[in-house]
């Protein structure tokens, strides 16, 4: 699945998209944007990651994966590239929120 700048899935995703995406499919609507996901649910510290938890990038919020464990996320990064799973290091962190 491609990358796409607004895109909501299921055939292209921008990464909140596709956090949206991904929730919904279990029944969890959550906001569409990082920065406002990032603002839903409960905050986790870092060193308290589970897989399943939404991990968020930068400051102000711009960016946003689904933890996998391991120190790696499932996310939509950019142009060109498929919805992929990357270390979670290869971003500034900035957060994490558990629905």
């Not at 939404?54 to 689904?66: A, E, K, M, T």
């Amino acid at each position: 699945m491609p990358y796409a700048w607004g895109a909501s899935g299921p055939s292209a995703f921008d990464c909140s998209g596709l956090t949206s995406w991904a929730f919904k499919q279990a029944g969890i609507t959550l906001p569409r944007t990082s920065a406002a996901q990032s603002t839903f649910g409960t905050p986790v510290a870092k060193g308290n990651l589970q897989p399943g938890d939404l991990v968020f990038f930068y400051s102000p919020v711009s960016h946003v994966g689904i933890y996998m464990g391991g120190g790696k996320i499932l996310h939509a990064s950019t142009s060109g590239e498929p919805v992929k799973v990357s270390d979670m290091s290869s971003f500034p962190y900035s957060g994490a929120r558990r629905v």
